[in-house]
Nanobody, 124 residues
Framework: VQAQVESGGGSVQAGGSLKLSCVLS????????MGWFRQAPGKAREPLAA????????FYASSAQGRFTISQDRARNMLYLQMNRLKPEDTAMYYC?????????????????WGQGTQVTVSS
């Protein structure tokens, strides 16, 4: 399955912001949701935010609620994650993924197409 391509990661001080971008690949018929996930060293991959393609309805994990915003640009086939008020504990590899997902929209196992990730490092 073709992979997505993430960009926009980097190093930032606590309290700063970053906007991650993801170039979506593959047929739109192969996905109904798009999402952002992250994995910190030594920890399991966790969901952050997802969006239903059909109506742009967003869903957020508690760790992202209020600080992160997911959005898409249909014309450019892009997915974004705006991250504000970053904390050192946000340091991780961030991944974009797509899939045909039912009710469990933040369930990692439902996503079938993943990017290679982009590193985000937040210093205190």
């Amino acid at each position: 399955v073709q992979a997505q391509v993430e960009s926009g990661g980097g190093s930032v001080q606590a309290g700063g912001s970053l906007k991650l971008s993801c170039v979506l690949s593959g047929s739109t018929y192969m996905r109904n949701v798009m999402g952002w996930f992250r994995q910190a060293p030594g920890k399991a991959r966790e969901p952050l935010a997802a969006m239903r393609i059909i109506d742009d309805s967003p869903f957020y994990a508690s760790s992202a609620q209020g600080r992160f915003t997911i959005s898409q640009d249909r014309a450019r086939n892009m997915l974004y994650l705006q991250m504000n008020r970053l904390k050192p504990e946000d340091t991780a590899m961030y991944y974009c993924a797509t899939g045909m997902v039912g009710d469990r929209i933040l369930e990692i196992s439902e996503y079938t197409s993943w990017g290679q990730g982009t590193q985000v490092t937040v210093s205190s």
